[in-house]
């Protein structure tokens, strides 16, 4: 039985990456942070399979002791202060967690591989870095391939740079298999609310059932390349399987705007966006990601990765759950 451990195991990809993996028969251990972490419950609601594992990102002992304790074949890195908006209120946060949490990551598994700082790591364990598009920010050419220059446009994208550079530093010093999946914006119902598709999915619902009128968005010419999370979490599993470590971009190919997304959302439901939304100012970010669309054509042919949600399948699956999700209960 192979075993894997996760850190962001309450978040998004998380709980769906250790679904598919204990489908896959493996033990899966998840780090959980706090002493109340209110999202426990869920984790072992959703996935009780999963073991979880105290730990944070910042505090290097407490990885080394998850390491030891879960003795992984693979390990995710999906840990993240991953909300763009809030890293320019906490920047040094978002670089310690979000940046140096991967070097600590990959330092706790040198030292549980026994390794020196000059000699090569035997690649035991393998690390999956969970990188990101938001680091090719104001975006050299379209579509952006694993050889699309980076330009972050915020803390958060500053950090996942790092964070993104020292996994391949790791490989190429001490031989490591570690890769990097640069993934676009993967959604779904397990999305969180602050960001944008699961804030309109829920507005659009809660609009549908009266319970509100109206939304507020900020830019919504921004264009995104959309998809589904549970699709991508394959591509990071497919990463791990391969012969060698390599970095690989997963996206969709197609990139639709805010303003796209909210005319779909609406009309499942039969109702008029434009009736319904205002733009707010205050939502605007001090430096924007206008554009990401993906050129995935290595993931396919080396991983024969593919996406399978469409752009319109996710958009009725994120607003049905949440119709779901808001109807009030008798
Ligand atoms: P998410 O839902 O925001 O989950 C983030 C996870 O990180 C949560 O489990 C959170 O735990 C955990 N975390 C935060 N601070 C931590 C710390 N100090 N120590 C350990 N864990 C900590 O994010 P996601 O959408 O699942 O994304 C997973 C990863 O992929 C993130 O690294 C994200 O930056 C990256 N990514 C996401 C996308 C996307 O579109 N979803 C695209 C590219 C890359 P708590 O619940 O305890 O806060
Ligand atoms: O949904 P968002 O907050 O996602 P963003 O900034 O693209 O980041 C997400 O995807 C990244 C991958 O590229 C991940 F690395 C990151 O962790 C996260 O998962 O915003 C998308 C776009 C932005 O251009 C934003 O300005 O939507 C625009 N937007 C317009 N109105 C809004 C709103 N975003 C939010 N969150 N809330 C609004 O009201």
Redesign the pocket.
């Known amino acids: 039985m192979k075993r894997a451990l996760i ?8 709980r769906h990456l250790s679904e598919h993996l204990v489908h896959q028969g493996y033990r899966v251990c998840g ?4 002493q109340q ?1 209110p ?1 426990r419950a869920l984790v072992e609601r959703e996935v009780p399979d999963v073991e979880l594992l105290d ?4 505090d290097q002992v407490s990885l080394i002791n998850a390491l030891q304790k879960s003795r992984p074949d693979e390990v995710y ?7 763009v908006t809030l890293s320019w209120k906490q920047s040094e946060l978002t670089g310690n ?2 940046g140096l ?1 991967a070097l600590r990551m990959l330092e706790a598994i040198r030292n549980v591989q026994g390794s020196t700082l000059s000699g090569h790591t035997e690649p035991g364990i393998k690390f999956y870095q ?5 680091m090719f920010g104001r975006a050299h050419e379209v579509p952006q391939s694993e050889r699309t220059l980076f330009h972050p446009r915020s803390p ?1 994208g500053v950090a ?1 740079v790092f964070a993104h550079y020292i996994t391949v530093n790791y490989r190429e010093s001490y031989g490591m298999f570690a890769c990097s999946g640069i ?5 779904g119902p397990r ?2 609310p602050e960001f944008v598709t699961r804030k309109i999915s829920r507005s659009v619902a809660r609009i549908k059932l009266g319970l509100e009128d109206s939304m507020t968005l900020g830019n919504i010419e921004a264009k995104r390349d959309w998809g589904y ?1 549970g699709d991508y979490v394959k591509a990071m599993h497919l990463m791990l399987q391969q012969e060698q470590p390599d970095d690989y971009v997963i996206g969709t190919g197609q990139s639709h705007s805010v303003r796209e997304f909210a005319e779909h959302a609406f009309a499942h439901v039969g109702l008029d966006w434009r009736k319904h939304v205002r733009i707010d100012t205050d939502l605007l970010r001090p430096a924007e990601v206008d554009l990401l669309e993906a050129d995935p054509s290595k993931a396919r042919a080396a991983l024969g990765w593919a996406p399978e949600v469409t752009f319109d399948d996710l958009v009725r699956m994120m607003v049905d759950a949440d119709l779901e999700n808001e109807r009030p209960k008798a």
Do not use: C
């Open positions: 850190t962001g195991i309450t978040g998004q990809d998380g780090l959980l942070r706090g972490n999202k730990g944070d990102l910042t890195n999906l840990g993240a202060m991953s909300f967690v979000t949490g969970a990188s990101s598009s938001e958060y996942k993934l676009f914006n993967h959604e999305r969180g999370a």
